[in-house]
């Protein structure tokens, strides 16, 4: 089982709606959740952290946390053309606080 | 606020040979990663310094990789010789401490041939 899981995608979206990124992690510990942005050929830009269950927004972006099921997600709202990119989940492992990532999700937003 | 600079931002070389990359963290940060990005994949951890010592490199191929980070301030990563699967982006990043938000420099693509 990978530490971090994500759906490789691509998922595509129509511009305007509400794209929706998961991510699942194996180690029951963790305790701090990070989701970066990449753009082809860019390093990875941190959009969001969360460190608590439930829902944390920032502007377009809602993270949510479901730790008792190993569960979090990354909510874009109003999807641009711009938002098209590589979403990277991230979690920090508790043994060793190192960042764990997932091979990433392909969000495709078409005008 | 400048933010995490790296050099050189592309390299190519042939296999057996060596390289080095350079690595400024934002400035105050402790905390200083090194990662490997093969294409189609998430970042791999090589490396992690707390100021000017070693906290995790388990994952670093120390036959062939080494990396310092002296005065705790610039760290260097160094790769003799190269082979052709290292071929990859090596992206460091900086944090104010181990648990908190990592941020990424621009990135060093090297390409092995």
């Known amino acids: 089982q990978k530490e971090v899981e994500q759906n490789s995608g691509p998922l595509s979206v129509p511009e305007g709606a509400i794209a929706s990124l998961n991510c699942t992690y194996s180690?029951?510990?963790?305790?701090?959740f990070f989701w970066y942005r990449q753009y082809s050929g860019k390093s990875p830009e941190l959009i969001m952290s969360?460190?608590?269950?439930g829902d944390k927004e920032d502007g377009r972006f809602t993270a949510q946390l479901n730790k008792a099921s190993q569960y979090v997600s990354l909510l874009i709202r109003d999807s641009q053309p711009s938002d098209s990119a590589t979403y990277l989940c991230?979690?920090?492992?508790?043994?060793?606080?190192?960042?764990?990532f997932g091979t990433g999700t392909r969000l495709l937003v078409s005008p | 606020e400048a933010g995490v600079a790296q050099s050189p931002r592309y390299k190519i070389i042939e296999k057996r040979q060596s390289v080095a990359f350079w690595c400024n963290p934002i400035?105050?940060?402790?905390?200083l990663y090194w990662y490997q990005q093969i294409l189609g994949q998430g970042p791999k951890l090589l490396i992690q310094?707390?100021?000017?010592?070693?906290?995790?490199d388990s994952q670093l191929p120390k036959d062939r990789f080494s990396a310092e980070r002296l005065k705790g301030v610039d760290s260097t990563l160094k790769i003799q010789p190269a082979k052709l699967e290292d071929s990859a982006v090596y992206l460091c990043?900086?944090?104010?401490?181990?648990?908190?938000?990592?941020?990424f420099g621009p990135g060093t693509r090297l390409t092995v041939t």
């Open positions: 990043a900086s944090s104010l401490r181990t648990t908190y938000e990592q941020y």
């Open positions: 991230a979690v920090l492992n508790t043994g060793f606080q190192k960042l764990v």
């Open positions: 969360i460190y608590s269950n």
């Open positions: 310094f707390q100021n000017n010592g070693v906290v995790d």
């Open positions: 400035s105050g940060h402790a905390t």
């Open positions: 180690d029951r510990g963790s305790q701090s």
